[in-house]
């Protein structure tokens, strides 16, 4: 497998190849993505109905998904904190004994799996995909798992990733893992 483009988000900054691509100062994320669309010229009216975890998973693929045909690459990500931050919102809508209202909308983005079912859609993906949810980044683990789908022929390439997000506190590193006809570089 060999590994192209890298995309990272943090600190209000996407960082395409270690190359800065959009900053900001801002401290909120959802002011952060906001923008970030706004300035990169993106078009998928949907991306204003998504919960945070999925636009920053979205905002990331689409660094690096842009430009080609990806109805060949699978997708698996991974985070520690699943869908929590959307969690704590649903319920907090429960509780409100005034303002009683849980909403379907947001009840959809209380499953982490649901941001790569995002990326999938925008780019017509019909191959494998998967979400886990660990302790910490674990790379290998990632790439052995994608090695697999590799093997296997259902995908010739793998977009994986890291998409962390709870409250302000967010990072993003995803990257492209093609398949080098058996010569395994990672």
Not at 25 to 33: H, K, P, R
Not at 41 to 61: E, G, I, Q, V
Not at 128 to 133: C, H, L, R, S
């Amino acid at each position: 497998m060999k590994k192209t483009d890298i995309c990272i988000i943090e600190n209000s900054k996407i960082i395409l190849n270690n190359e800065i691509i959009f900053g900001n100062q801002t401290e909120n994320f959802s002011d952060f993505a906001k923008e970030a669309y706004k300035s990169l010229t993106l078009n998928y009216p949907k991306f204003h109905k998504m919960d945070s975890l999925s636009k920053l998973a979205f905002l990331a693929s689409e660094m690096i998904l842009k430009d080609e045909d990806h109805s060949r690459t699978a997708l698996v990500f991974a985070n520690r904190s699943s869908s929590l931050d959307t969690d704590f919102k649903y319920q907090e809508s429960i509780n409100s004994q005034e303002n009683y209202f849980p909403s379907p909308a947001v009840f959809v983005y209380t499953l982490p799996n649901i941001c790569v079912g995002e990326i999938s859609i925008r780019h017509k993906m019909q191959t494998e995909n998967a979400f886990f949810v660990l302790d910490e980044f674990d790379e290998p683990f990632l790439n052995d798992y994608s090695e697999q789908i590799l093997q296997s022929g259902k995908a010739d390439k793998v977009l994986c990733g890291w998409v962390e997000l709870y409250q302000e506190s967010y990072n993003a590193f995803v990257y492209l893992l093609r398949n080098s006809c058996n010569n395994l570089t990672i």
